[in-house]
């Protein structure tokens, strides 16, 4: 019976012992992960830093640039552009009007090239303003004749009147644009002089 005793105290102070060593043991294995995440952490971060340096440098390396050569002068840009701007329709109106005689008209496939000299109505005679601009319009696009058909009011196709839109300025029309700068049709403006 001594003998048990003994063997269950002896068994009492190893496992006290086991316990007391296992404790700081669960303690420096989680202080040692501790270390090695801030480790980490601190090698990603000087990592990235050097590459936002690399970055930075060769940014600004490239903002500077290799000397290439002299530059050319510097020139003033000349506008090759037309100074014609389709009208759009004003508020609550379907189209807007653009006044010009309409010539040089010349058939290209399923379209009509023509050549508009914008007006400006003046107490009804009609004057240039000095723009001028080509259309390129469908064979099929509506125009309202009266002068151009001896005098019979009657709507032609535009493919239909190209002989006598070939040669020089000598029609006006009223073209109406969409509010998209399309043509929608033109309107002979008899009511014009000169």
């Not at 500077?64 to 050319?72: D, S």
């Not at 009266?146 to 190209?162: H, I, Q």
Request: no cysteine; hydrophobic share 40%; glycine share 10%.
């Amino acid at each position: 019976m001594a003998d048990e005793t003994v063997l269950e105290t002896r068994l009492a102070d190893l496992a006290a012992s086991g316990r007391r060593l296992a404790a700081p043991m669960a303690a420096d294995r989680i202080r040692a992960r501790g270390e090695r995440r801030v480790r980490r952490r601190r090698a990603v971060l000087v990592s990235g830093g050097a590459l936002l340096a690399v970055a930075v440098g060769v940014g600004g390396l490239s903002l500077t640039g290799v000397p290439r050569g002299p530059e050319p002068p510097a020139v003033v840009p000349t506008s090759t552009a037309s100074p014609f701007a389709p009208p759009a329709p004003a508020a609550g109106e379907e189209y807007a009007a653009e006044l010009g005689h309409v010539y040089g008209a010349v058939v290209k496939g399923d379209a009509v090239q023509v050549t508009v000299e914008q007006l400006r109505s003046e107490g009804g005679t009609a004057a240039p303003t000095g723009v001028v601009h080509t259309l390129t319009l469908p064979r099929g696009t509506l125009v309202e004749t009266r002068r151009l058909l001896d005098g019979k009011p009657e709507d032609v196709e535009l493919g239909a009147l190209v002989d006598r839109l070939a040669s020089r300025p000598r029609w006006a029309f009223a073209i109406d644009y969409d509010s998209e700068g399309r043509v929608h049709s033109l309107r002979e403006a008899y009511w014009l002089t000169g």
